[in-house]
């Protein structure tokens, strides 16, 4: 068996069926693409074939990319050149496309061509896509839970198999800018609006067949290799052209902050692409996507969020010997934002939720979190009304304890108070069965000190979800010092069922996430205090891709809430606890009544709708703006070592299990630099021994803080990566 076959029907239409083997969905292999190569030659050379139907034998999908482990071999193999090993490889499959394209036309006159159509029976994307954008007709499934899209912007590269070409030249480059770049994928009709299918149908199969028996010579004809093409919207050097690539310029560098390779390379191809015919401009291309695959960053997002995120999504990290553990009856305690968003997913899956809070206003005004929820959702097409009622009759809203009996998992979210937790949890124990795993979503406090309060520590754990629930990818698992295999894998269970990314890590004081985040927001709060201009400190973050500046995530987490941290970590650590002039700052504006967003007031002034105006000159006032202002890799170099030298410490004393989740955990818990593939992979692409010497080079500067970590100066001295030292994978192989 192949992943390609060819049929040809009575009709003289020649099926090529995609049914990847021992695979659940299509991906592309360098293989299967050199078979599709051969198929077409058969097909356009069989004077019996009338035209080509391209489809998939997968129900419900059609393809999901290339497989992204085919380009790693490809710069294995090739030892010293693997940049041009890479551009073959490109270019070979721009030479296939480009010949499904043509169809046997004669190359002057464009005539003789047989027909060729792609039925898209489900979900589509990457190199699917660039598939069907080279045939002559394409046609979806009507099918509104089908997708199509070119996301590989997502993972760090851009559509190099012709994508960006064909599309832009298609539809002009201001109408593909935000198509590619954003790299969403679209429902059907969306997808025929935007161009990326022709048709929508129920049988896209037959449709396809019967636009093939049915296509005229000039149906075949792709507009760049008519006579007389012009680029839609102008090209470069026309006036009109001129300005949609200034727009689109902007409006990449205005999302990117220049932080992201793989954007500002899909721009130049479009571009220069536009100022030449159409095969250099796949020539173009071929060597822009090279130029990607070659950048460490390419590298280390495929790994990072492709890779590492899949193999975590499909149990990587899940105790091997425990049998099944999905969720039925979920108790969730606490109504409030949390406690809310945690039932809404959970219901989302399927699961019976029962949420519990003090009294049946408090728990009603949970529940309707989830009915305004899914009210917006009906409003935008996303959601319909008999949805909406299946979703809330999975949710019972009740202050009643006795209520929790059944469940298999409770969850519980309350107040950040020890005391108030367990209370909770002797209360709760009492009630539920004796299997019943249960969890606290706590954002700080010690699982190990929690667990005391229960009579099942084993069967104690934490599961930190990030706010607001619905829209974090994220979901942190704690283990405390006794929790067992069972509670790991229930908790893991319990996330991919809401379909979310899990990482577990051992008990500690913040646990993974917040342990690097928090030392983020003080690095820019101590900047503050040093008379850096605030502007300067957000605008660095973000031009190193982080989502917000520390500044602004003050002000959107809530002061208060880091100066009620600030006061317990000091209250728990006592005379170890380090201090720091962002503490006195952050208590400072307490006292001012200054506590962000919420209050309309923070280091930012608001207007009376809430939306942020400036930065609050009254700062400036106790902490005047400095004369001589930092560089702005000075001010980067603190932001990213404040946060990566936790990962590495959190990594030396066993918080940190694997690598892979130090890394998935950051880009997804708080936007860590995307572009770099999460801290660890940053530390790699500096290299050790760099980030050894500039540890030194800022403690020396700024403090004990940037010391470098026993683990990282004994790697910096053996000239060891992270990767090449801690990778599962590569021990695995």
């Known amino acids: 068996?192949?992943?390609?076959?060819?049929?040809?029907?009575?009709?003289?239409?020649?099926?090529?069926?995609?049914?990847?083997?021992?695979?659940?969905?299509?991906?592309?292999?360098?293989?299967?693409?050199?078979?599709?190569?051969?198929?077409?030659?058969?097909?356009?050379?069989?004077?019996?074939?009338?035209?080509?139907?391209?489809?998939s034998g997968k129900e419900g999908s059609f393809a999901g990319g290339m497989d992204l482990n085919t380009l790693a071999t490809i710069r294995q193999e090739a030892g010293d050149t693997p940049a041009e090993a890479l551009f073959n490889f490109v270019m070979s499959g721009h030479h296939i496309l480009r010949k499904l394209e043509l169809a046997g036309m004669d190359p002057k006159t464009k005539k003789g061509g047989k027909p060729v159509a792609c039925a898209i029976n489900g979900t589509c994307a990457g190199i699917g896509t660039e598939i069907a954008l080279a045939c002559h007709h394409r046609v979806m499934t009507d099918n509104a839970k089908a997708k199509i899209g070119l996301p590989e912007i997502l993972l760090g590269i851009f559509p190099g198999g012709g994508g960006t070409i064909r599309y832009s030249k298609m539809v002009g480059a201001l109408a593909a800018a935000p198509v590619l770049l954003e790299g969403k994928m679209m429902d059907p009709k969306k997808a025929k609006g935007a161009q990326l299918v022709d048709a929508v149908s129920d049988d896209p199969v037959a449709a396809a067949k019967e636009w093939v028996l049915n296509a005229k010579e000039a149906d075949l004809v792709k507009p760049w290799d008519a006579k007389g093409y012009k680029m839609p919207g102008g090209a470069p050097y026309h006036p009109a052209g001129f300005m949609t690539f200034v727009g689109a310029s902007a409006m990449i560098n205005g999302k990117t902050q220049g932080a992201f390779p793989a954007a500002k390379a899909l721009l130049s191809a479009i571009y220069e692409g536009a100022l030449v015919d159409f095969d250099t401009a796949l020539r173009i291309e071929a060597r822009h996507f090279t130029s990607i695959l070659m950048n460490p960053s390419s590298s280390a997002m495929i790994r990072s969020l492709f890779l590492n995120k899949e193999a975590l999504e499909k149990g990587a990290v899940r105790p091997k010997d425990v049998p099944d553990q999905r969720v039925k009856k979920v108790g969730v305690l606490g109504a409030g934002m949390m406690g809310a968003g945690i039932a809404l997913v959970s219901a989302q899956a399927g699961m019976e939720v029962v949420l519990v809070d003090r009294d049946q206003e408090a728990a009603d005004k949970g529940k309707a979190y989830s009915e305004s929820y899914m009210d917006k959702g009906i409003k935008r097409g996303k959601a319909t009304a008999e949805k909406k009622e299946a979703l809330l009759g999975r949710i019972t809203a009740t202050p009643d304890l006795d209520a929790l009996k059944g469940c298999d998992l409770i969850i519980e979210a309350v107040f950040e108070d020890p005391g108030v937790k367990a209370e909770m949890t002797k209360k709760v124990e009492a009630i539920i069965p004796e299997d019943c795993i249960f969890a606290s979503n706590t954002s700080t406090l010690p699982i190990t000190d929690l667990a005391k309060a229960s009579v099942r520590p084993e069967q104690f754990i934490g599961i930190h979800f990030f706010s607001p629930v619905e829209k974090m990818l994220l979901v942190e698992i704690i283990k405390g010092a006794e929790t067992g295999d069972?509670?790991?894998?229930?908790?893991?269970?319990?996330?991919?069922?809401?379909?979310?990314?899990?990482?577990?890590?051992?008990?500690?004081?913040f646990f993974y996430a917040n342990r690097c985040i928090i030392?983020?927001?003080?690095?820019?709060?101590?900047?503050?205090?040093?008379?850096?201009?605030?502007?300067?400190?957000?605008?660095?973050?973000?031009?190193?891709?982080?989502?917000?500046?520390p500044i602004q995530l003050n002000d959107e987490t809530s002061i208060d809430l880091g100066a009620k941290i600030a006061r317990a970590t000091k209250a728990a650590m006592g005379n170890a606890y380090p201090d720091s002039p962002g503490d006195d700052l952050i208590f400072w504006m307490e006292e001012?009544?200054?506590?962000?967003?919420?209050?309309n007031a923070g280091f930012f002034d608001y207007d009376d709708k809430g939306k942020r105006t400036q930065y609050w000159k009254g700062l400036h006032d106790k902490y005047p703006l400095a004369e001589t202002q930092p560089s702005l890799q000075e001010v980067?170099?603190?932001?990213?070592?404040?946060?990566?030298?936790?990962?590495?410490?959190?990594?030396?004393?066993?918080?940190?299990?694997?690598i892979r989740e130090g890394d998935v955990g950051a880009i997804l818990a708080w936007g860590f630099a995307p572009w770099s593939g999460g801290p660890?992979?940053?530390?790699?692409?500096?290299g050790t021994p760099y980030a050894a010497e500039r540890c030194d080079q800022l403690t020396e500067a700024y403090g004990v803080r940037f010391t470098c970590p026993p683990l990282?100066?004994?790697?910096?001295?053996?000239?060891?990566?992270?990767?090449?030292r801690f990778d599962p994978e590569a021990a695995a192989a």
């Open 1 to 55: 068996m192949t992943d390609f076959t060819l049929t040809t029907d009575a009709d003289g239409v020649a099926f090529i069926t995609w049914d990847a083997q021992g695979k659940s969905m299509n991906v592309m292999t360098r293989e299967a693409f050199e078979l599709v190569s051969d198929l077409v030659d058969q097909a356009l050379n069989d004077d019996a074939v009338k035209g080509i139907v391209i489809t």
């Open 712 to 724: 990282l100066r004994e790697m910096a001295t053996k000239g060891q990566s992270f990767y090449g």
């Open 519 to 549: 030392p983020y927001i003080n690095e820019g709060l101590r900047m503050l205090t040093e008379g850096v201009a605030p502007s300067m400190i957000d605008n660095a973050a973000r031009q190193l891709g982080f989502p917000v500046g």
């Open 592 to 599: 001012l009544g200054r506590m962000g967003r919420k209050a």
């Open 680 to 686: 660890l992979s940053w530390l790699d692409i500096l």
């Open 636 to 658: 980067q170099d603190r932001l990213m070592f404040a946060q990566v030298l936790e990962a590495v410490r959190a990594l030396e004393e066993g918080v940190l299990m694997d």
């Open 486 to 509: 069972r509670a790991v894998a229930k908790a893991l269970d319990y996330v991919r069922q809401i379909r979310k990314t899990p990482i577990v890590v051992n008990d500690a004081r």
